[in-house]
């Protein structure tokens, strides 16, 4: 049986992920915003280091009541918009849809879950480096492995065939039975870099190479492993420097925390910052340098409006 | 017995101090570096909110060589320079001469007390908004009283007629017994207050209004006076908050690194973070969010140079 895909949020994430599926074939419907009137008439364009695309025509809306009830969502919004699944989901919804959150961050799983208690939640981990360059145009300019793994437990059939679908579609994607897990590691990348970008209006490229904002990332990096190892999830220490090298070798890039901050557009603190160090905290552990970035962060978010 | 003065940097501060000496009659000699030529025709313009004036004509030099012996020398440079001092100093001492470093942050007399070991040194600390506005012209905007401590023990009697002589000229002058402690108070607003405004790019007054920034200025006061008390000496919590009333109350004001961050100058970072730093180290405390301010700091000073 095919999977028929919503995408709720066709951005940087959604865009490519999603265009990656309908290029390959598979049944995707896309919710548009702003974009939607642009994209009927021209399709979503994707320039890819894995190989560019456009996807027209395509099955675009401009609201989730003009959609198809999905087997799968890929919910791929800002989670500081996640406030409108609420009235955005129930359209597309049928009994055994799965949705998956394709976003950065700890405790929207629960947030959701609280909102609808019978859905089927898994959470999506995207490790790419990729942008909106233009009304339906999206740019994919490193990495693009994909890892999916359930907040429940029974979803575990479908999310390998949605994985599947993604290697199929040429994606890298990975099952993974510990989305706690790996929330957390993503997690070990995003505090450091999405924070010290925008705290020091700079580069990962640049942070990398100066001695003494190196040392600050891979101490940011192993107080969020020590926070992670407190809430009982184990990762070593050595990941940390996986990440370095990871960071070393990746094409310069702007975290989208980066990017929101440039626009001078709200920043993704509480799911990013705020929800995983009082995670910690209630666990026992104090991310005392987190902590000060979220601070210093939650300043300049204040800064846009002034 | 009237003691002879000398200024070793006639900017912010020892313009301002300096300058108070001279106007109320006392024997003063400046070390100009750029200003020289200016103050020589024009004099030395104070504009200050305690009464302004102009010491017109004034004993101006532009090298040490120049200057006569004096009893007591007030080194106001920015700590970065103290290197020169090596070469500065000589010619204006006799046996008795007591040199006070008007300057911020810690381990700057010890430092001066390995390169002249039977100099008698002391410590001043400057509470005081003051600015350079031009060539021989000082603003001073908001407070202005000084501690003055021995690092030695054996100069109390000159430190107190030091002491008598700013009072006689109109600035609050106060002797101290400790002056480590008067340090250790000193940084507690200057480790949050430079740095802070630096890395954000902002003044006092928008980090004591918004409510983030406003408790990381604090938590960062509570942790120097943590590291005081590790170090031996005792500061109560209370203090700190006697720091926030006082900046609330204070003057809208950049702190000294600010302006030299915003003219890309070279920061004080080494004797108000680094030395601190090691010294809570050795004494067994880590000055976690200081430290993170300190590698931030040193991460925005190597970008002055690209």
């Known amino acids: 049986m095919e999977l028929k895909y919503a995408v709720i949020g066709t951005g940087a994430l959604g865009g490519y992920y999603g265009g990656r599926l309908a290029n390959a074939g598979h049944d995707v419907h896309f919710l548009f915003h702003s974009d939607f009137d642009f ?22 809306y401009h609201k989730t009541s003009d959609m198809p009830a999905c087997d799968v969502i890929l919910v791929c919004l800002k989670t500081k918009n996640n406030h409108k699944l609420k009235d ?11 949705v998956i959150l394709i976003q950065n961050g700890l ?13 089927a939640i898994a959470g999506g981990l995207a490790f790419i480096c990729s942008s909106k360059l233009g009304k339906g145009h999206i740019g994919h300019f490193d990495f693009g492995k994909i890892t ?29 039975t510990d989305l706690k897990k790996s929330r957390w ?8 870099f999405n924070g010290m970008t925008v705290v020091l209006n700079t580069t990962t490229e640049k942070l990398m190479k100066q001695p003494d904002s190196r040392q600050l990332i891979y101490d940011l990096m192993l107080e969020v492993i020590e926070a992670a190892n407190h809430c009982g999830v184990e990762i070593s220490a050595e990941f ?8 070393d070798n990746m094409t310069p890039y702007a975290p989208s925390m980066k990017l929101d901050s440039d ?43 002034s």
Not at 43 to 55: E, P
Not at 88 to 98: A, D, E
Not at 272 to 296: F, S, V
Request: net charge neutral; glycine share 4%; charged share 25%.
């Open 39 to 60: 994209v009927k008439e021209h399709g979503l364009k994707v320039d890819s280091v894995a190989g560019s695309f456009t996807v027209n025509p395509l099955n675009a």
């Open 88 to 98: 955005m989901l129930p359209p597309i919804l049928h009994k055994n849809t799965v």
């Open 107 to 119: 405790g929207i799983e629960p947030e959701l879950s609280e909102q609808f208690p019978d859905l």
């Open 148 to 176: 999916i793994g359930s907040y429940h437990t029974e979803n575990q059939d479908i999310l390998e065939k949605v994985c599947a679908d993604f290697i199929q579609s040429g994606v890298p994607a990975v099952f993974t």
């Open 185 to 192: 590691q993503k997690l070990v990348w995003n505090i450091p």
């Open 240 to 247: 940390a420097e996986e990440m370095m090298r990871s960071t």
């Open 263 to 305: 626009a001078k557009r709200s920043m993704e603190i509480r799911a990013i910052y705020t929800n995983p160090i009082k995670t910690a905290l209630k666990a026992g552990y104090e991310m005392k340098k987190t902590a000060m970035l979220e601070q210093q962060l939650r300043f300049i978010q204040c800064e846009f409006k």
